[in-house]
Structure formats: C-alpha cells, structure tokens
T-cell receptor, first 112, second 113 residues
C-alpha cells in the first residue's frame, strides 16, 4: 500500500517566522516529489518540485529531500498571512509514472 | 507555468440528471489528463487517467459507467457525471501533465440537489 503521510495540523506560526512542513512516503523507489498549495475552495497550485537529495531553494521556499529516510519537507521563510493555506505533498512513484499520489495536506495558519 | 482551464466553475443540478465538465490545456498539448475529486477537508483522490485517443483508466472504486471520460484531443478532456445523486456533490479538479510537472485546473464545484 503506497502512502504519503502529512501531519494534518493545523500548524500556526507568527508572521515572519519559518514554517516547516513535513511529509513521509512509503515507497523507497519514489522518484519525484512535489509541494502544492491549496487555498480554501481553490485547486492546488504548484510551489516547487524536487528530485534529488538535498535542498532546493526558490525564493522564500526551500524543499528538502532525504530519500534514505523517505522524507521530504518544505520550509517557508518570512511567513506571511497570505501563506495561510493547506499544503499538499505529492509523490510520483516511478520515473515515467503518470500520476501523483497526494498526502492529506497540512493546514498552515500564519498569525499577523 | 502551463495553464489548465475548466468549465463550468460551478454547477447545480437536480438528482438524476447528467453534468459535463470540460478540461482544457490552453498553452500546451497534454496526452494525459487526470480527474480528481475532493470532498470537504479531504485530500485529492484520483478518479481516472484520461489518455488522448484511448479509453480512460479508472481507479479502484470509481464507476466508469457513471463517470464518463472522453479525451477527444490533445487539449480537451471531458468528464460527464451521469445520473448524478447528492453524494456526487464534490469539487472536481482536472490536471494535465507536461514532461516534468502536473498543473491543475481551477476546479468545478458540483452540487446535486
């Protein structure tokens, strides 16, 4: 049974702080990993993806991947109230695999 | 990034009627599109994978005769909910895949009364 697990939260951080979102996955052979942000009533929007172990930075966002631990995280620096949303971790199990499996999401609230 | 559109954005229909939802990739060709369903406070659940020119692949538990999918061209896939019932009320989201990334449409909120 392939699984993608996230802490459902809610996770609350003060404005300007670092928000840390975590995700674990069950299939060691997973190839690519994605973070999506979903505002209430809206569809998910891609924040970033990561394929290789280590860190990948894009603006205020940093994705971290540790394949040995089957763990991927998303750090949001200088959190803003507009970052308040549900963050979905998604995993593509195999290279060339056609679809993504999603975690249940972590709800983040940034307190002004 | 790539743009995916959906139409309609919301629809209310009576129980027993059918509803068609369109998904279009606006600035790229998508040989594969996906249909998801999301109930309140739950994650996205993949319903089916739609391949251009061939039959859709449905996930376990999804009735293919109830959720008809047609992928007529490289930029258009449609989902028809046939004989809709209140339990089909949900947020339906399509997505289309480029080589590396998967982009989502804005979603269609279906309410069956």
């Amino acid at each position: 049974q392939k699984e993608v697990e996230q802490n459902s939260g809610p996770l609350s951080v003060p404005e300007g702080a670092i928000a840390s979102l975590n995700c674990t996955y069950s299939d060691r052979g997973s190839q690519s990993f994605f973070w999506y942000r979903q505002y209430s009533g809206k569809s998910p929007e891609l924040i970033m993806f990561i394929y290789s172990n280590g860190d990948k930075e894009d603006g205020r966002f940093t994705a971290q991947l540790n394949k040995a631990s089957q763990y991927v995280s998303l750090l949001i620096r200088d959190s803003q109230p507009s970052d308040s949303a549900t963050y979905l971790c998604a995993v593509n199990w195999r290279t060339g695999a056609n679809n993504l499996f999603f975690g249940t999401g972590t709800r983040l609230t940034v307190i002004p | 990034g790539a743009v995916v559109s959906q139409h309609p954005s919301w629809v209310i229909c009576k129980s027993g009627t059918s509803v068609k939802i369109e998904c279009r990739s606006l600035d790229f060709q998508a040989t594969t599109m996906f249909w998801y369903r999301q109930f309140p406070k739950q994650s996205l659940m993949l319903m089916a994978t739609s391949n251009e020119g061939s039959k859709a692949t449905y996930e376990q538990g999804v009735e293919k005769d109830k959720f008809l999918i047609n992928h007529a061209s490289l930029t258009l896939s449609t989902l028809t909910v046939t004989s809709a019932h209140p339990e089909d009320s949900s947020f339906y989201i399509c997505s289309a895949r480029t080589i590396y990334e998967q982009y989502f449409g804005p979603g269609t909120r279906l309410t069956v009364t």
